[in-house]
């Protein structure tokens, strides 16, 4: 029998569930929200709000659409809608939007110190706008280490699934990647499932039927439109904090600006229950925890900053999954697809696939603006003069061909064990952090980096993938057509070709999946509030030690939620 204060908290947690989902939907209005969704250039001068939200991403809207069934909130974004760009809205324009580097971008250009290009969201609905859409949970394992309570984790996830979540029609290239894992030993199989299962397994996506992305904004077809404020393009430059001898710092607001550059003010309202809470993600809310004062004191001074509080660990655990992958050119077409089906193995190594038509000029050029964007210099990697490559499968061939059918198999790296850590880079808040990622410093993750390419390689040798691979194809010239790609900027060696271990450090890439900065127990404790001060809450990927699952979407999107529950519960309870 379940323990009454267990029981009475599930009880209540449900009740509130239930309740929540007649009362939005009485009110709920339909995307684009016309009615609160707002240019930050019409806000008032100042305004008061029961929580001000920074950041409308992954987990910032569905917080926000929680939290206005019973208080009033204001969400501040720094990009627009994603309803009105198409690259954003359809699967088609995933590669457009990565590649777009002029400052209006929904996916902001960031290199990290490691020289691996990565992207940043500038858009309602934050990265769930320019992913590649995998949806999956995590497993039981990570929420009991999380301390979340499984059945308000269960409705919160279902909660989210109910608008964005869809099972992919999986066809030709990702059925042979599906089948090549099971020969190759990543078993058993698991079916279409969301649960984070060993084994290979079809996993859902965000993309539907269609092709039509639904991402985290949509959740806001939950909130109560009467409570709720968005304000796009509104960049905050600084969480208010008052400050009194013998007492902890407190939030009482956010100072931010449009795209104008105009200043407003938003304040807390008065009482013990409101706050700001910072949910702008890995790299936004570590930024804004130091450019509001809250940090580590050396790196505070540096920049002329008013030292609020001295926080060593604000910026540190960074982690970003390194991935990496093959390029198989196909004899054959091959459909239109992102990440569907995943081979989650024993190895500590997620392996996942993408296919479609592919210009290798057209990467080219994209990393030439990339680099031109950060001021640096591609490397290259000249071919061993004895090595030789099937002609179908050239590089050069291929650079020339605009229309290349073809498919990529990728490796991603669970945890990772490596950590780096974020500095400011200046004291706008416009300007990206500088952050290190500090790829395979752990033998461990590399380590686990050569297993995932030895899967690969038996799944590209294995029987069922034979029609999408040329004859006579070895994976040893895919290999060296991968360090002939300019995927980053690390230097390229000729013993890359040779050793699987040299290949992972020079042809790592990002996934996207970076966390950390203001982690539980470091920055935040397990109710997401800032230790040392008052009425400020971090609620993100931020917060977490290692990416959960193959993809951290669903969970940070479920995290939004869970956390919006769980804070009704406080407040309601007053």
């Known amino acids: 029998m379940m323990p009454f204060p267990r029981c009475f908290s599930f009880l209540a947690a449900a009740s509130l569930g239930i309740f929540s989902f007649f009362i939005v939907s009485s009110f709920a209005e339909k995307a684009p929200y016309k009615s609160f969704a707002k240019d930050a250039r019409t806000a008032p001068s100042s305004g008061f709000y029961d929580y ?3 950041g409308g991403g992954t987990a910032g809207c569905p917080l926000a659409a929680t939290l206005s069934v019973s208080a009033k909130v204001l969400l501040l974004e720094r990009g627009g809608l994603p309803y009105d760009n198409p690259n954003v809205t359809h699967i088609d324009g995933f590669p457009a939007t990565l590649s777009d580097t002029s400052s209006t971008s929904a ?18 609905g934050g990265g769930s706008a320019i992913n590649a859409g995998f949806y999956t949970r995590a497993s039981s394992e990570y929420v009991n280490e999380m301390g979340w309570e499984p059945r308000l984790v269960e409705e919160s996830y279902a909660w989210v699934e109910r608008k964005v979540a869809f099972r992919p029609v999986v066809k030709a290239w990702q059925a042979a990647v599906r089948d090549g894992l099971l020969e190759a030993g990543v078993s058993p199989y698991r079916g279409t499932t969301y649960a984070h299962l060993h084994g290979t397994k079809i996993g859902g996506s965000i993309f539907d039927e269609n092709g039509y992305r639904h991402t985290a904004a949509d959740l806001l077809e939950y909130a109560d439109p009467a409570n709720i404020t968005v304000y796009l393009h509104a960049v905050a430059h ?16 956010v100072f931010f600006r449009d795209s104008k550059g105009e200043r ?11 706050e700001v809470i910072v949910s702008a993600g890995a790299l936004g809310s570590p930024q804004l925890l130091l450019l509001s004062g809250i940090g580590p004191a050396p790196e505070l001074t540096a920049h002329g900053l008013r030292v609020i509080l001295d926080h060593p660990l604000v910026g540190h655990g960074m982690s970003d999954n390194p991935m990496n992958a093959v390029l198989v050119p196909s004899p054959r077409p091959v459909e ?14 997620y392996v996942e696939a993408a296919s479609g038509s592919l210009d290798l000029a057209w990467l080219r050029r994209t990393a030439q603006d990339f680099a031109k964007a ?9 071919m061993p003069i004895n090595q030789t490559i099937p002609e179908a499968t050239g590089v050069p061939e291929l650079y020339q061909n605009p229309g290349v059918q073809a498919g990529v198999i990728l490796e991603k790296i669970m945890g990772p064990f490596s950590t780096g850590f974020l500095e400011l880079q200046s004291r706008d808040p416009n300007d990206n952090p500088r952050v290190t990622f500090n790829y395979f410093q752990d033998p461990r993750d590399l380590q686990r980096c050569v297993q995932g390419m030895e899967i690969i390689k038996r799944v590209v040798e294995s029987r069922p993938f034979s029609p999408f691979r040329y004859p006579f194809t070895s994976f040893q010239s895919l290999m060296n057509m991968m360090l002939a790609v300019p995927n980053n900027l690390r230097i390229k060696h000729f013993t890359a070709a040779y050793s699987m271990e040299q290949f992972c450090l020079d042809t790592v890439m990002t996934i996207w999946h970076y966390h950390g900065g203001c982690q539980v127990d470091r920055v935040v404790d397990h ?7 008052d009425a400020l809450r971090v609620i993100d990927g931020s917060t977490f030690y290692s990416s959960p699952g193959t993809n951290p979407q669903a969970t940070v999107m479920m995290l939004g939620r869970y956390m919006g529950q769980k804070i009704l519960q406080e407040r309601n309870a007053r």
């Open 107 to 124: 996916a902001q250009l960031f290199v990290s110190t490691d020289g691996v290009f990565n992207h940043r969201a500038r858009v309602l």
């Open 264 to 274: 407003h003010m938003a304040y807390l309202n008065n009482g013990p229950m409101n």
């Open 52 to 54: 001000i939200i920074v």
């Open 336 to 349: 239109l697809s992102l990440i569907e089906v995943v081979g989650i193995t024993d190895v500590g190594s």
């Open 374 to 382: 950060v001021n640096q210099t591609l490397q290259t990697f000249t």
């Open 527 to 533: 109710d997401y509030r800032v230790l040392g001060m």
């Open 238 to 253: 600084q969480i208010l904090i008052k400050t009194s001898p013998g007492q902890k710092p407190k939030a009482y607001g």
